[in-house]
């Protein structure tokens, strides 16, 4: 009887962890619209954003810690959360924001399945989790697909709708594997500590980073040319995108190892197609069709491999 409810509990709780990441990649799919639209718009510069979600977040998270029991963090584990605050939220978010300037958000959503991989080779390092043959193949099947997405980017087309640049993509890759280094470096830390607690400080570093960088734009903005569509989105972006669902990740991470947390990623390409596409910001081509194709499937060669060992 107490091993039965051992099991319920312990399954309960792994559901708890997926349906928590689940909801914050669903989130996040929606968000790559989001951050496209608000970057078109030139009010605000992508570091601007960035200090909008991270001060919003910041603030939302030391108040909530305020009606909870206080958690004394040592200052060794401070300065491995500093580290985790710029991997896995400062160059994260500031290299995305700066790539959706220059990428679609179709290729963006192709771009971000790779996030798995980058999670595999970190994990491997820092949880000794093993790399397989299979593994190294979906690899290079993923990354042969990112290359063929590079080459069949350009600046625009006849029928106005604006494509990828190279650069866009580069950065975009970059902000995957610094997502990725957070996943597989840092969930033994995240463990120790409550959401709040580790979310609370995660903000305020990336706060007091990025707000001193940027506070010229920030005493200067054109608050009569935003209206009310810019403030909900900017809204979403602060509430969903960056307090929820960056409080539901780390539950996630506390329960689930790395890569399958990342696997989760595939929710974004999903809505982040299916939107882009119906709202007329992005086309669908066979070049991105076979693209998709090899990046999935690589993506996937890599979990599955990663299963059966594991078993």
């Not at 496209?36 to 605000?44: C, G, M, Q, S, Y």
């Not at 958000?105 to 491997?124: E, G, N, R, V, W």
Request: proline share 4%; with cysteine; charged share 10%.
């Amino acid at each position: 009887m107490r091993c039965l409810t051992l099991n319920k509990a312990f399954g309960n709780t792994k559901l708890i962890g997926h349906l928590s990441v689940l909801g914050a990649y669903v989130i996040f799919g929606f968000n790559i619209i989001i951050c496209k639209e608000l970057t078109n718009a030139h009010l605000v510069s992508s570091l601007g954003l960035f200090c909008f979600r991270s001060v919003g977040a910041c603030i939302l998270f030391w108040l909530i810690s305020l009606f909870l029991p206080k958690e004394k963090v040592p200052f060794k584990d401070l300065c491995s959360i500093f580290a985790a605050s710029m991997l896995g939220f400062f160059l994260t978010q500031l290299s995305y924001l700066e790539s959706s300037k220059y990428t679609t958000p179709l290729d963006t959503s192709i771009i971000c399945s790779t996030t798995p991989i980058f999670t595999m080779f970190f994990a491997a390092i820092a949880l000794k989790e093993p790399i397989t043959l299979k593994k190294a193949g979906g690899v290079a099947i993923s990354f042969f697909g990112v290359i063929m997405l590079v080459l069949n980017t350009i600046s625009a087309n006849g029928n106005g709708i604006t494509q990828s640049m190279p650069i866009g993509i580069l950065l975009m890759i970059g902000n995957c594997l610094f997502f990725a280094s957070y996943l597989g470096i840092f969930r033994p830390l995240i463990q120790r500590y409550h959401v709040v607690t580790f979310m609370k400080w995660i903000f305020l570093f990336s706060t007091l980073v990025a707000v001193p960088l940027n506070i010229k734009e920030l005493t200067h903005l054109p608050l009569a040319e935003m209206n009310t569509s810019y403030w909900l989105q900017l809204g979403y972006i602060i509430v969903f995108a960056t307090f929820i669902a960056y409080f539901l990740l780390p539950i996630g991470q506390k329960q689930l190892r790395p890569t399958v947390v990342s696997l989760y990623t595939y929710v974004q390409p999903l809505i982040g197609m299916v939107s882009a596409i119906i709202l007329g910001m992005d086309r669908l081509t066979w070049q991105k069709v076979v693209a998709a194709v090899l990046v999935f499937t690589g993506v996937i060669l890599v979990n599955k491999s990663k299963a059966r060992v594991q078993k």
